[in-house]
């Protein structure tokens, strides 16, 4: 668990100045307290990172609307760098090996994740009051007043076909869906949050200086992957090397670096030795912060659905996401950000491998870029 707190020094008239700085030494100023809120609220979301990142966008809407709440987060380990250094969580825990009986009593318990262990822990957790899912008879379920999320989902009350059917129709944001489900307003207002510690922007600057990156200079970055499961997600190797340029020849004077993570490492290679253009690689051995920090040395993004792209909103960069086979209308992107969708009967298919793949505009991906610099 991570736990925030801060020191309090107590001071009392005891008519002996010399007596008081002796209390105050050994005591006070060694007394470590933690703050007392009159409410307390608990997030539950594990997974996907992406995921954890977007819903990130409601604590400042929560803390608006209950001023006098601490929040506190469950997630799963991978997650727990990108939440911790969040200024709007009180204490931070991970799932595994997570007991209820050892979290306090809160007042609200907002659970949005329909894994079987968020489900459960809400079940068990102390509270007074529940939005999201829940086990009831040894089953997932969810309350009336989240339906809205949920009957989208894999524990929808009308079955997968008629979650799919809903989904395909919807037209509404993540953030739109989850501030009305958890009684939130204004949810194009706030944006997902993620704070860099101070040894990944040393590592970012550092990267910067060894590949010519100037504080002044454009930078492009281009993740065209989109990990191991979404097949037809990632745009392909040769599509990317025409990506790179054509972006190349479009715009001048900027600087291209090509991201990705160990399943793109191969594929990487591969495209670096099809293209014509000098290109930075950012690797793919990253670790997740140090992923985002490189993030941050973009100007423009050009990404996948994929945690990239949920790391370039959360850090405001100017966004150009293209989506297949999943939903563009369900994502938020900065207000300047571009969606691309991919051409084909699967679209908001959500299937990891169509029948029928995407057919994609690489010039529409290079004007798009191209609006945003």
């Not at 709007?88 to 809160?106: F, G, K, Q, V």
């Not at 097949?231 to 790179?244: F, N, R, S, Y």
Request: charged letters at 30%; hydrophobic letters at 40%; aromatic letters at 10%.
């Amino acid at each position: 668990m991570h736990k925030k707190s801060f020191k309090l020094a107590v001071f009392s008239y005891m008519g002996n100045e010399n007596i008081l700085t002796i209390v105050r030494s050994f005591h006070f100023e060694r007394l470590q307290i933690f703050q007392v809120f009159e409410m307390k609220i608990l997030v539950i979301k594990l997974g996907a990172v992406g995921d954890v990142l977007r819903t990130t966008s409601i604590l400042p809407a929560l803390k608006e609307k209950y001023r006098d709440a601490g929040i506190d987060w469950v997630t799963k380990k991978e997650s727990l760098e990108l939440l911790k250094n969040n200024p709007y969580i009180e204490d931070l825990y991970s799932i595994e090996n997570l007991e209820a009986e050892s979290l306090p009593m809160y007042d609200l318990v907002l659970n949005p994740d329909d894994e079987h262990d968020a489900c459960r822990l809400a079940s068990q957790v102390k509270k007074k009051r529940l939005i999201g899912g829940y086990i009831e008879n040894g089953n997932r379920a969810y309350t009336k007043d989240s339906a809205l999320w949920f009957d989208m989902g894999l524990i929808s009350r009308f079955g997968k076909q008629k979650a799919d059917q809903l989904k395909i129709k919807n037209k509404r944001t993540y953030q739109d869906m989850h501030f009305e489900m958890f009684g939130l307003e204004n949810h194009k207002k706030y944006l997902p949050i993620l704070v860099l510690e101070k040894k990944y922007i040393n590592f970012a600057d550092s990267f910067a200086e060894k590949n010519g990156i100037k504080k002044n200079g454009l930078v492009i970055g281009i993740n065209t992957g989109a990990g191991g499961r979404w097949q037809d997600k990632k745009l392909g190797i040769a599509e990317t090397a025409e990506l790179i340029d054509n972006l190349s020849k479009e715009i001048k004077n900027s600087k291209l670096m090509l991201f990705g993570g160990p399943e793109e490492d191969k594929r990487n290679k591969k495209i670096k030795k099809m293209i014509k253009t000098e290109i930075i690689d950012a690797g793919c051995d990253n670790s997740l912060m140090e992923f985002s920090s490189l993030i941050n040395l973009c100007d423009v993004l050009i990404t996948s659905d994929s945690l990239a792209m949920h790391i370039g909103t959360a850090l405001k960069k100017k966004v150009v996401a293209f989506f297949y086979p999943t939903s563009a209308a369900e994502i938020m992107l900065p207000p300047d950000g571009i969606k691309i969708i991919g051409d084909g009967k699967d679209y908001c298919s959500y299937k990891t491998k169509c029948d029928y793949p995407p057919k994609w505009d690489i010039d529409e991906m290079v004007k798009a870029a191209k609006s945003l610099v």
